[in-house]
């Protein structure tokens, strides 16, 4: 079903289109002025100089509600604009606007309503007719009906072309703003993900060291002096991991980025929670390398499970397991026993674990995390590690 796209007509536009109806129409009723008998305008073709106008002026002035009532409009001044050569401009816009629509049933109704009418209009001017013009007068009004018609029904199919584009244009745009949405919730997201991990655990570290030094008294001054410089050492090294990083996600930065870790940076990330006094023990049975990916989501995992240690049970033994060989999955365990001393922990994200989620899943593993019965807590993932070698002969 066709529906009427054309679209609001703005005052002048609606101006011009009528003085171009009435112009199209001053021609023809000049035209048939001069076939008229001398002298018969003062006489006996007062038709032609009152009724001709007043007819012409009523079509002219009822195509301003045409976009209102099409059908209606259409069908009036198809009935009344015969009786008026000055309204043949008239009828042929009522018939274009009315093919705009591009409803057959209508365009059928209106057009043969217009060559019937015409019929009957011939004997309102003593114009004498030539032999054999039955024929013209159904074929002139029929072909010019045709030409409007055609014309009208070409305009509404590049109105409906036209606000198609329109349309797609929009949807494009749409599209395009919801893309540049979903890119910046992208990048936040990674911005926030990158801040964590280089963040959250030496700053939990630095905090489990200051908690320390607030609740412990009975410290020498060299363990004193041990813990003020493991805290300014831990301050410096996220600062400097911080400044890597946003000049990482600086697009204007030029730099490189920085080297990620992997598998074999874990016994220097151990060290480091050592160093700042939480208990930890590493055992591996790790057989073979796995890929980049793999390393660098274990090595996530590892740095996850000691910073939640440092934050929530400082004081726990931390006991980290790593099993697998290439073709099976690598294993990842992080325990720490329950905890006793209650120092102050730092604000928590709430987002550590949810993004730690997200990498394993993006690595195709699984991860698991809950508290033990004596009230400790199990950090467990489970990685796959394709055997490179089967890979490449297959």
Same mark, same amino acid.
């Given at each position: 079903?066709?529906?009427?796209?054309?679209?609001?007509?703005?005052?002048?536009?609606?101006?011009?289109?009528?003085?171009?109806?009435? =112009?199209?129409?001053?021609?023809?009723?000049?035209?048939?002025?001069?076939?008229?008998?001398?002298?018969?305008?003062?006489?006996?073709?007062?038709?032609?100089?009152?009724?001709? +106008?007043?007819?012409?002026?009523?079509?002219?002035?009822?195509?301003?509600?045409?976009?209102?009532?099409?059908?209606?409009?259409?069908?009036?001044?198809?009935?009344?604009?015969?009786?008026?050569?000055?309204?043949?401009?008239?009828?042929?816009?009522?018939?274009?606007? #009315?093919?705009?629509?591009?409803?057959?049933?209508?365009?059928?109704?209106?057009?043969?309503?217009?060559?019937?009418?015409?019929?009957?209009?011939?004997?309102?001017?003593?114009?004498?007719?030539?032999?054999?013009?039955?024929?013209?007068?159904?074929?002139? $009004?029929? #072909?010019?009906?045709?030409? =409007?018609?055609?014309?009208?029904?070409?305009?509404?199919?590049?109105?409906?072309?036209?606000?198609?584009?329109?349309?797609?244009?929009?949807?494009?745009?749409?599209?395009?703003?919801?893309?540049?949405?979903?890119?910046?919730?992208?990048?936040?997201?990674?911005?926030?993900?990158?801040?964590?991990?280089?963040?959250?655990?030496?700053?939990?570290?630095?905090?489990?060291?200051?908690?320390?030094?607030?609740?412990? %008294?009975?410290?020498?001054?060299?363990?004193?002096?041990?813990?003020?410089?493991?805290?300014?050492?831990?301050?410096?090294?996220?600062?400097?991991?911080?400044?890597?990083?946003?000049?990482?996600?600086?697009?204007? %930065?030029?730099? $490189?980025?920085?080297?990620?870790?992997?598998?074999?940076?874990? +016994?220097?990330?151990?060290?480091?929670?050592?160093?700042?006094? !939480?208990?930890?023990?590493?055992?591996?049975?790790?057989?073979?390398?796995?890929?980049?990916?793999?390393?660098?989501?274990?090595?996530?995992?590892?740095?996850?499970?000691?910073?939640?240690?440092?934050?929530?049970?400082?004081?726990?033994?931390?006991?980290?397991?790593?099993?697998?060989?290439?073709?099976?999955? #690598?294993?990842?365990?992080?325990?720490?026993?329950?905890?006793?001393?209650?120092?102050?922990?730092?604000?928590?994200?709430?987002?550590?674990?949810?993004? !730690?989620?997200?990498?394993?899943?993006?690595?195709?593993?699984?991860?698991?995390?809950?508290?033990?019965?004596?009230?400790?807590?199990?950090?467990?993932?489970? !990685? +796959?590690?394709?055997?490179?070698?089967?890979?490449?002969?297959?």
């Amino acid at each position: 079903m066709y529906t009427d796209v054309a679209p609001r007509l703005g005052g002048w536009q609606q101006t011009w289109r009528l003085v171009a109806a009435a =112009a199209v129409g001053i021609p023809t009723w000049l035209s048939v002025g001069v076939l008229l008998p001398r002298g018969c305008a003062t006489d006996t073709c007062s038709w032609f100089v009152t009724g001709d +106008p007043l007819v012409a002026l009523g079509c002219l002035t009822a195509l301003v509600w045409r976009r209102r009532f099409p059908l209606a409009v259409a069908m009036t001044v198809a009935i009344a604009s015969p009786a008026s050569a000055l309204a043949t401009g008239a009828a042929l816009l009522a018939l274009a606007s #009315l093919a705009t629509r591009r409803r057959p049933m209508e365009i059928g109704v209106v057009g043969l309503a217009y060559v019937t009418a015409s019929q009957f209009a011939v004997g309102l001017h003593p114009v004498r007719s030539p032999p054999g013009s039955l024929w013209f007068q159904l074929a002139f $009004p029929a #072909l010019t009906a045709g030409i =409007a018609v055609a014309v009208g029904m070409a305009v509404g199919a590049r109105r409906v072309e036209v606000r198609s584009l329109r349309e797609r244009a929009e949807s494009a745009e749409r599209e395009q703003t919801a893309r540049a949405a979903q890119a910046r919730a992208l990048e936040r997201n990674r911005i926030a993900r990158e801040m964590h991990d280089v963040l959250a655990h030496r700053i939990s570290l630095v905090a489990m060291q200051a908690g320390v030094l607030d609740h412990r %008294s009975d410290l020498t001054a060299e363990e004193n002096r041990v813990l003020v410089r493991g805290i300014a050492d831990g301050s410096h090294q996220a600062l400097e991991e911080l400044r890597d990083v946003l000049g990482v996600l600086r697009a204007d %930065s030029g730099r $490189p980025e920085p080297p990620q870790p992997s598998l074999d940076r874990l +016994p220097e990330l151990v060290a480091d929670a050592r160093a700042s006094g !939480l208990d930890v023990t590493l055992t591996t049975t790790v057989a073979g390398q796995p890929s980049d990916v793999v390393g660098r989501t274990c090595y996530r995992i590892v740095q996850e499970g000691l910073t939640n240690a440092a934050k929530h049970a400082p004081d726990t033994h931390v006991h980290i397991t790593l099993e697998g060989t290439a073709g099976d999955k #690598l294993n990842v365990s992080v325990r720490n026993s329950p905890g006793t001393t209650k120092n102050a922990q730092p604000p928590a994200s709430g987002f550590g674990l949810l993004g !730690l989620t997200e990498r394993v899943n993006l690595a195709g593993g699984k991860l698991n995390h809950h508290p033990t019965p004596d009230n400790g807590y199990l950090l467990t993932a489970q !990685l +796959p590690w394709p055997d490179p070698t089967h890979e490449k002969r297959t």
